[in-house]
């Protein structure tokens, strides 16, 4: 079994900044793309960045120059500060995982989210 645990949520006021982090644990042969989602009251989740294990990324274009996604492979991390905060980031923040247990296997894994809530 395979656990991801995020941290780094809370409140802030607009244009200031929030450093998340998320570490998996458990059976891990090695981890493919690591991501940040995020969920706002009342609406559907969305993909706030992804990294590959080789480092590639994507932002949504609502976060990009404001949010920047890292991983440490070594110790199966995926982090993600966010500065300029702006009040439509407030949501619940999800970390993903696709994560290689054994050969030949995928398992995708969330965690159970932080809230960011950004006041104006």
């Known amino acids: 079994q395979v656990q991801l645990v995020e941290s780094g949520g809370g409140l802030v006021q607009a244009g200031g900044s929030l450093r998340l982090s998320c570490v998996a644990s458990g059976r891990i042969s090695s981890i493919n793309t690591m991501a940040w989602y995020r969920q706002a009251p009342g609406k559907q989740r969305e993909l706030v960045a992804s990294i590959t294990s080789g480092g590639t990324t994507t932002y949504a274009d609502s976060v990009k120059g404001r949010f920047t996604i890292s991983r440490d492979n070594a110790n199966n991390t995926v982090t993600l500060p966010m500065n300029s905060l702006k009040p439509e980031d407030t949501g619940v923040y999800y970390c993903?995982?696709?994560?290689?247990?054994?050969?030949?296997?995928?398992?995708?894994?969330w965690g159970k989210g932080t809230l960011v809530t950004v006041s104006s």
């Open positions: 993903n995982a696709e994560v290689v247990p054994r050969a030949s296997t995928r398992i995708n894994y």
